[in-house]
């Protein structure tokens, strides 16, 4: 494909989204993959993943329809959030499983259960008692907390028409060390057990959650080590092996993050006061994420900043380069075209020379990307979406 044509314009790498999906289940075999559709939810991106017999991690209603959309059944789809409205569980009651977020939740599918006299099987998103490897344990929005075991059975017993069959966790995304995953895996599959033990839980699932990160930054950071993983799950088998659940990962950024490009024209190059500036199409409205990065860079002024997922992973977590043949560079800053100094995509960076007409293209923009940018800001053009197949095909929708 020619991407002038289509600039500015994300590109998914339907190929780099195939071979992420299997790498995950020939490593980690075993268990059921879930894709979190909030990733990236483009409908030819979800239906690739769907094709691989991922099922779907759908954070709304709306994700659990798409999920449906895109060929998943409703036997492969969990709707885990916090603040699920009542029209909410309404809606997904006998389109997925619902994950409750709170005893809260609890009730209204109870009463939602009772009204249509039917035995509502669901998961419980769990606050355990442990951490992925950092910190200590702290109040969450998310899930139910362990220490309220007396309080969840009391509400278990107030609710007949509801029967629970499996569990979720979920505490960090972006982690890179086997180690650390493999530690949190066996801890909640011990958690498991003890509500199983506790509440009488009769776990068909564990889910997981996610945690295994992908590479932003090739010179600093190493992939997940999967092997190391694989066997650091051997002990989860065995652990199961009286149980019989089905052991659900979810993952998001893995399988899309590294396989999306986000390429803009430069549409205007000035110089003020010594310092070069390439003005491109949708910079902070057609990609927000590297203007977050430029936003941190300026305010901690060296210091190292921690990940604010989904926002803003590290401080090295795209590549940008111009698209032409130049051998000449030149030290330029990066921004965007909109009415605010803020829209940066970066400072001080050294690129081909290029003029106005030559494409910028900036990776890693398949996960947490289009979705969260304000692409109505000052209701420009909004960069349009594409799956390349790989005999170069670009699929629309
Ligand atoms: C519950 C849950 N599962 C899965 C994910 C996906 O995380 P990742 O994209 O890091 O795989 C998230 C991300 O926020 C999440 O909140």
Redesign the pocket.
Known sequence: MNPKEHAPCYIYDQAMIESACEELKKELPGFTFLY?I??NPFEPVVRTIASHGFGA?A?SWREVEESLTCGMTKEQIYF?APGKSEQDLRNARGKCTIIADSLNELRLIQKIAEEHHTIETIGLRVHPLYTMGAGAVSASK?GVDLEQIDELKETLKQCPNIRIAGM?V?LR??VLDAETIGQYYEDTMKTALLLKETCGIDMKFINF?????TVYDAVKEKPVDLAALREKTAVLMEMNAGLGAKLII?????VVCRAGKYVTPIIDKKVSHGTTYLIVANGLNGFLRPAIAALIANVAKGQPVGGM??LFTNDNEFEIKVLNNCEETETVNVVGNLCTALDVIKNNITLNKAEPGDLIEISNAG??AYPLTPVQFSSHTVPEQYLETPDGKLIEH
């Open positions: 979190s909030k990733a991690d954070a885990s998310f979720h979920h995304s972006q959650g996610s945690g295994i990160g979810e993952t998001g950024r893995f997922e989904p996960s947490y």
